[in-house]
C-alpha cells in the first residue's frame, strides 16, 4: 500500500495517519481508536498527529474527553494529498478501470474498511444500475492484479439501493462516482 509514499515519508505511522485522513477526508478518530486500528503505541501516533496539527493537514477538536483529528479541507495541499492517496489505495484504478466500464452505472459506493481508510486488501463496492455481471467479473479480476487487492461488488438497482440504505446506516461508506446528468 505505502510503496509511493515510503519514499518520501520515512514514518510508517504518518503514512497510515494520511491514508486514514486523506483517503475519505470525512473520517474523524481519536488517539486511541487510531492507535489500535494502526497497532501502533499510542506515544507514536500521538507524536504524528502533533506533526500533521502543526502543520495545519489535520484539524483537531475537543470534544468530552477526546480530542478527534480530521483532514484539512482548506489546506492548500489538500486536493493534491488525496489524489496521491488514492492512487496509493488502488481506488484511482477502479474507477478508471472498472465503474467507467460498466455501461448503465448510476452510482457508485466505496463501504466498510476503506471507506474509514482502512486498507485491508479488500475493496468493497456497491453499485447501483443495471450492470452486467460477466463484464463487471471481469473486469475487476483484471484490475485485482493490477492494483494488487481483492475487489467485492454489490449490484444493485436503483429500487434495491433504496431499500438497502438502512443497512448503510451504521456503516462507513461514501459515494465515490455517479453518473452525471446530460445537458
Given at each position: 500500500?505505502?510503496?509511493?509514499?515510503a519514499?518520501?515519508?520515512?514514518?510508517?505511522?504518518?503514512?497510515?495517519?494520511?491514508?486514514r485522513?486523506f483517503?475519505?477526508?470525512?473520517?474523524?478518530a481519536?488517539?486511541?481508536?487510531?492507535?489500535k486500528?494502526?497497532?501502533?503505541s499510542s506515544?507514536?501516533?500521538r507524536e504524528?498527529?502533533?506533526?500533521?496539527t502543526?502543520?495545519?493537514?489535520l484539524?483537531?477538536?475537543?470534544?468530552?474527553?477526546?480530542?478527534?483529528?480530521?483532514?484539512?479541507n482548506?489546506?492548500?495541499?489538500?486536493p493534491?494529498?488525496?489524489?496521491?492517496?488514492?492512487?496509493?489505495?488502488?481506488?484511482?484504478?477502479v474507477?478508471e478501470?472498472?465503474l467507467?466500464?460498466?455501461?448503465?452505472?448510476e452510482k457508485?459506493?466505496?463501504?466498510d474498511?476503506?471507506a474509514?481508510g482502512?486498507?485491508?486488501?479488500?475493496?468493497?463496492?456497491?453499485?447501483?444500475?443495471?450492470?452486467d455481471?460477466?463484464?463487471?467479473?471481469?473486469?475487476?479480476?483484471k484490475?485485482?492484479?493490477y492494483?494488487?487487492?481483492k475487489?467485492?461488488?454489490?449490484?444493485?438497482?436503483s429500487?434495491?439501493?433504496?431499500?438497502?440504505?438502512?443497512r448503510l446506516?451504521?456503516?462507513?461508506?461514501?459515494l465515490?462516482?455517479?453518473?452525471?446528468a446530460e445537458q
Amino acid at each position: 500500500m505505502n510503496d509511493l509514499f515510503a519514499g518520501l515519508i520515512t514514518s510508517k505511522t504518518r503514512i497510515s495517519l494520511l491514508v486514514r485522513f486523506f483517503f475519505n477526508p470525512g473520517t474523524k478518530a481519536y488517539l486511541r481508536e487510531l492507535s489500535k486500528d494502526l497497532n501502533v503505541s499510542s506515544n507514536a501516533v500521538r507524536e504524528e498527529l502533533n506533526q500533521l496539527t502543526k502543520t495545519k493537514l489535520l484539524t483537531s477538536e475537543k470534544d468530552g474527553r477526546n480530542v478527534y483529528y480530521t483532514a484539512n479541507n482548506d489546506h492548500p495541499l489538500f486536493p493534491e494529498l488525496r489524489s496521491m492517496v488514492s492512487k496509493v489505495m488502488g481506488l484511482d484504478q477502479v474507477v478508471e478501470s472498472i465503474l467507467t466500464r460498466l455501461g448503465d452505472l448510476e452510482k457508485a459506493y466505496l463501504i466498510d474498511d476503506y471507506a474509514e481508510g482502512k486498507d485491508t486488501g479488500i475493496i468493497d463496492l456497491v453499485l447501483v444500475g443495471n450492470i452486467d455481471p460477466y463484464h463487471l467479473n471481469d473486469l475487476s479480476r483484471k484490475t485485482e492484479r493490477y492494483i494488487k487487492r481483492k475487489i467485492r461488488s454489490l449490484v444493485l438497482t436503483s429500487e434495491e439501493f433504496k431499500a438497502f440504505i438502512p443497512r448503510l446506516e451504521n456503516r462507513p461508506y461514501f459515494l465515490v462516482w455517479e453518473r452525471q446528468a446530460e445537458q
